[in-house]
């Protein structure tokens, strides 16, 4: 009888310490997915081929940032980490810009997080003559 119930107490163990190691590995957001238009700011155009982060714009100026997970080892009760995105905006011929994100809590975000940065507008950048 006593060597059941070490069977048993080691198999309770066992199957404790295994959920309590699965439920430690948590994803993790590093960047929501990002969708918006970019367009020009005077002639209010979509901006083809304009570089956002990775990726590029359409023919509409529509870009789309898919969004990045990753997986981390914690404790249970730990707060998730703070969420910072910087994603730049380029285009040669307009001035520069960044789509910035920041949320103190944002990296426990669940799957399938999404920003929609709506409409950016860029100004085509002054032409400085090089005197000489």
Request: proline content about 5%; charged content about 25%.
């Amino acid at each position: 009888m006593t060597l059941r119930f070490k069977t048993f107490c080691n198999f309770i163990l066992v199957i404790g310490i295994a959920f309590l190691f699965q439920s430690c590995w948590v994803s993790r957001c590093k960047r929501p997915k990002i969708v918006g238009y970019i367009y020009d700011s005077i002639t209010r155009k979509p901006i083809e081929n304009c570089k956002v982060g990775e990726g590029l714009t359409d023919q509409n100026g529509y870009f789309q940032l898919k969004e990045l997970r990753y997986s981390q080892f914690t404790f249970a009760g730990f707060e998730a980490p703070s969420l910072m995105v910087n994603e730049p905006v380029n285009k040669e011929g307009y001035q520069k810009k960044a789509i910035e994100l920041f949320n103190p809590f944002g990296g426990g975000i669940k799957k399938g997080a999404l920003h929609n940065a709506d409409t950016i507008f860029l100004s085509k950048s002054e032409i400085i003559p090089d005197f000489k």
